[in-house]
């Protein structure tokens, strides 16, 4: 049974820094990709960063480069999502999900493209 579940959520100060975790069973993470998305209430949910299965390449929304940073480790079944520089449009409920896709070399940025998903890890940024 595919699952995944993300920790590491948190309130920090505006500047600050969290790392996220989803830990993936039932697949291998060499095989599917992982995005991470965020949503707060009342908005859809927005696409934040991906990871290819094929290659572990990545890819940022604008919004986050340069400030979060995406890293797998297959045989620990994790991705990471480290989240440095924190502001207060950051805050948000934060989900992993699968790539509907085997063996790619690309990640997709739409969640249409994603089938399981994690019950998510909420972050919030304050002073």
């Known amino acids: 049974q595919v699952q995944l579940v993300e920790s590491g959520g948190g309130s920090v100060q505006p500047g600050g820094s969290l790392r996220l975790s989803c830990t993936v069973a039932?697949?291998?993470?060499?095989?599917?990709?992982i995005g991470w998305f965020r949503q707060v209430p009342g908005k859809e949910r927005e696409w934040v960063s991906c990871?290819?299965?094929?290659?572990?390449?990545?890819t940022y929304a604008d919004f986050v480069k340069g400030r979060f940073t995406m890293s797998r480790n297959i045989a620990k079944n994790t991705v990471d999502l480290q989240m440095y520089n924190l502001n207060t449009g950051d805050p948000g409920a934060y989900y992993c999900?699968?790539?509907?896709?085997?063996?790619?070399?690309?990640?997709?940025?739409?969640?249409?493209?994603?089938?399981?998903w994690g019950q998510g890890t909420q972050v919030t940024v304050s002073s």
């Open positions: 999900a699968t790539d509907v896709e085997v063996f790619s070399r690309t990640c997709k940025t739409t969640a249409e493209h994603y089938d399981v």
């Open positions: 039932g697949f291998t993470l060499d095989h599917f990709g």
């Open positions: 990871l290819s299965s094929q290659g572990g390449h990545t």
